[in-house]
């Protein structure tokens, strides 16, 4: 079946360092892509996402590449803050499954001031 | 504009105890979605509704736990009985058809423990 994988965590950089958070899917058809992040004690929020291959998606700082050929969809960001702190999650929407929603495991960064 | 709101935030109980969460989804959201989140795990979703009816409930343990929306706003989530295993974060979500595709925005979510 559908599934994301992405990088265990924790990972913890300094502020300014650059951030890659690795991502994986597996699919049948071509499935929407997504990076939702969970800061502590909130739900969460969709951070980007693309809709077919080879879109990148961006919002605050971070992106990330819908790549079919790698089945990937890693996250981003050149200069991290310490308010990046949060939970990531990689999630896929799986096509002509009433559009439901398949979330990787999360990986938790600490940015260190 | 008011986000997902839930209650309780947290909740401890005993097993064998019978809990109920809720959720207000944002106004006008005519999908609700319930979520439930293991330690160190993603969300996975527990049951799906358009309106008040429940168009996805395949992943919801049916022997205990049960869901209302009968009004096609505010929903419950029940279990009854409660199990050690059921402690987690439950997480409600709401999308709206006329927003972007697949956008769900969700709430704070309930934490359960369960003694």
């Known amino acids: 079946g559908n599934s994301v994988t992405q990088m265990e965590g924790p990972v913890t950089l300094s502020e300014e360092a650059f951030l890659t958070i690795n991502c994986t899917y597996t699919?049948?058809?071509?499935?929407?892509l997504f990076w939702y992040v969970q800061y502590p004690g909130e739900g969460l929020q969709l951070l980007l996402k693309?809709?077919?291959?080879?879109d990148k998606g961006s919002n605050k700082g971070f992106e990330a590449t819908y790549r079919k050929e790698t089945t990937s969809f890693h996250l981003e960001k050149g200069s991290v803050q310490v308010s990046d702190s949060a939970v990531y999650f990689c999630?896929?929407?799986?096509?002509?499954?009433?559009?439901?929603?398949?979330f990787g495991k999360g990986t938790r960064l600490h940015i260190l001031p | 504009e008011a986000g997902v709101v839930q209650s309780p935030r947290y909740k401890i109980i005993e097993k064998k105890q019978p809990v109920a969460f809720w959720c207000n989804p944002i106004?006008?959201?005519?999908?609700l979605y319930w979520y439930l989140q293991n330690l160190g795990q993603g969300p996975e979703l527990l049951i799906r509704?358009?309106?008040?009816?429940?168009?996805?409930d395949s992943q919801l343990p049916k022997d205990r736990f049960s869901a209302e929306r009968l009004k096609g706003v505010d929903s419950t989530l029940k279990i009854q009985p409660a199990e050690l295993g059921d402690s987690a974060v439950y997480l409600c979500?709401?999308?709206?058809?006329?927003?972007?595709?697949?956008?769900?925005?969700f709430g704070p979510g309930t934490r359960l423990t369960v003694l």
């Open positions: 979500a709401s999308s709206s058809p006329r927003g972007n595709h697949n956008e769900q925005f």
């Open positions: 699919a049948t058809g071509y499935p929407s």
């Open positions: 693309a809709t077919k291959a080879d």
């Open positions: 999630a896929l929407s799986e096509v002509n499954r009433d559009d439901k929603i398949i």
């Open positions: 106004s006008g959201h005519n999908t």
């Open positions: 509704y358009e309106n008040e009816e429940a168009v996805d």
